[in-house]
């Protein structure tokens, strides 16, 4: 059996170290004594709550809200935003400087970008990623968390207020007959070599900036639901947003994440199915699409208005 007992001793993954709560867990993915199915029993409060995440999609469901405007992105353009990379034992964890931000995208306020980590299966052969679309699994899903300006990044305010937290999930997806690519993606996975044992970190070189990982998404498009913290102690504090659009990434650089890592030492299982199960269905909105149609129809109006013109 490759499914070593292990019990991971996590102290909020979600949080950066320095202003993590002191509330103690033990959970993990595999072991059947602390795996997801043990999480409502091992932190009831709220892992056996009513809006847990993920969720499955269900995009016929989805209903229409014209408040959900684009997202204003502060620092995202910054190569030098991500400061550095670390095997938290479940996952990858990049942590940002101060000033990156975002705000629109109906939150109720502005929100810091705190740090980005993924989800992942095994390999692009096992997909991994926690949201569900209409029932498909994507390989991988990476996480951006965001806490209340107003809070000034203390995570025991934000995670006690319903929506202190704003998640942004891009599901990741491969991209066929290419290796190494995006670049960007080649350069984050570069680091995954020098943290393959838990607790180890690299500093993050300037040169990438979170718009070239999230590059070939169109951010006007997303779901939106109330939910939670996909780990344990699974606070309901989360306005999770979910990007319609996939990030593409060449498998060979998927597959590193599901090889490189272990969940401790050495000896330990590499990082493989770090990824929480579909919980009960939420209400989900996302954009009109009538206005995405009136665009459309807008352009096509100018384009043929150019043509008439000989403009093209
Ligand atoms: C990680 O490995 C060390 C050394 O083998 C061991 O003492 C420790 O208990 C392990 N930690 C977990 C969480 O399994
Ligand atoms: C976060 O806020 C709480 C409540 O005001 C306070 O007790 C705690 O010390 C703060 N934590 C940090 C890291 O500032
Ligand atoms: C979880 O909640 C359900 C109903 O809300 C309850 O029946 C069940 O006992 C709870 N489980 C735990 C472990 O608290
Ligand atoms: C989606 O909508 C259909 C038809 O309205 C309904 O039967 C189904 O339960 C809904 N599914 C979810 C997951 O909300
Ligand atoms: C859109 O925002 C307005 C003003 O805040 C609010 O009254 C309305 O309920 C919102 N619509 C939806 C669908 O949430
Ligand atoms: C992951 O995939 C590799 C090869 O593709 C396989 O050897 C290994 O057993 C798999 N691990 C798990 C936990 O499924
Ligand atoms: C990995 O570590 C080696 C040895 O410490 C170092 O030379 C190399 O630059 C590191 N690579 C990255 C991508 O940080
Ligand atoms: C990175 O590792 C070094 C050496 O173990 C440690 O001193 C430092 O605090 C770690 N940094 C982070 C952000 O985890
Ligand atoms: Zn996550």
Redesign the pocket.
């Given at each position: 059996m490759n499914l070593i007992a292990v019990v991971a001793v996590a102290v909020c993954v979600l949080a950066p170290s320095?202003?993590c709560a002191s509330k103690t867990i033990e959970w993990c993915y595999h072991d059947p004594a602390c795996s997801d199915r043990t999480w409502p029993t091992i932190a009831p409060q709220f892992c056996n709550g009513t809006r847990q995440s993920p969720i499955n999609i269900v995009s016929a469901n989805a209903s229409e809200n014209a408040n959900l405007t684009e997202f204003i992105f502060q620092g995202y353009n910054s190569i030098t935003a991500m400061a550095n990379i670390k095997n938290t034992g479940e996952t990858v964890k990049v942590s940002f400087n101060k000033g990156v931000k975002i705000s629109g995208g109906d939150l109720p306020e502005s929100y810091d970008s705190l740090q980005f980590h993924l989800h992942w299966g095994n390999g692009t052969a096992s997909p991994g990623s926690e949201h569900t679309v209409d029932g498909k699994r994507f390989p991988m899903e990476l996480h951006i968390v965001n806490s209340k300006s107003s809070?000034?990044e203390?995570t025991?305010?934000a995670v006690a207020d319903s929506q202190g937290l704003a998640a942004l999930g891009f599901l990741i997806e491969e991209l066929p007959n290419t290796v190494d690519q995006p670049a960007s993606w080649k350069t984050l996975a570069s680091y995954l070599s020098n943290i393959s044992l838990a607790g180890e970190n690299a500093t993050i070189a300037a040169g990438i900036s979170l718009d070239d990982l999230l590059s070939g998404v169109n951010r006007r498009n997303y779901y939106r639901y109330l939910g939670s913290l996909t780990t344990p102690v699974c606070n309901e504090a989360v306005i999770w947003t979910v990007f319609k659009d996939s990030i593409k990434v060449s498998k060979n650089l998927i597959d590193l994440f599901s090889t490189s890592l272990h969940i401790n030492d050495t000896a330990s299982p590499l990082m493989v199915d770090v990824f929480r199960g579909i919980q009960r269905s939420q209400p989900v909105s996302t954009q009109p699409k009538a206005s995405s149609s009136t665009k459309t129809g807008y352009s096509l109006a100018l384009m043929t208005l150019g043509l008439v013109m000989g403009r093209y």
């Open positions: 320095a202003h809070y000034k203390n025991t305010l």
